[in-house]
Nanobody
């Protein structure tokens, strides 16, 4: 089992930045690829970003490419999502997830473990 706890969400004005953290515990963190997803009210959950166990390979949704950066620190058992140039349409609950898959995973069904989510609200 892997337990994931997100933090760092909050209220920010459009154009601002936030950094989300995902602290992992349980099994060896470096064995898992990590991903971030989000779900806005009355919308389906959508993929945001993913990275492999080493952090060297990454993938992003087109809507966040160039603004968001996923990273991880395996020594701290933590994954991050740096969000810059935030827009009101980025408002959602953000979830981190872990998968034992070796390749990058962009679908929620490919992930084994999920955090409880953290709210991000971007005001105009």
């Amino acid at each position: 089992q892997v337990q994931l706890v997100e933090s760092g969400g909050g209220l920010v004005q459009a154009g601002g930045s936030l950094r989300l953290s995902c602290a992992a515990s349980g099994r060896t963190f470096s064995n898992y690829a990590m991903g971030w997803f989000r779900q806005a009210p009355e919308k389906e959950r959508e993929f945001v970003a993913a990275c492999r166990w080493s952090g060297g390979s990454t993938a992003y949704a087109d809507s966040v490419k160039g603004r968001f950066t996923i990273s991880r620190d395996n020594a701290k058992n933590t994954a991050y999502l740096q969000m810059n140039s935030l827009k009101p349409e980025d408002t959602a609950v953000y979830y981190c997830a872990a998968t034992s898959r070796f390749t990058l995973a962009t679908m929620g069904s490919q992930y084994d473990y999920w955090g409880q989510g953290t709210q991000v609200t971007v005001s105009t």
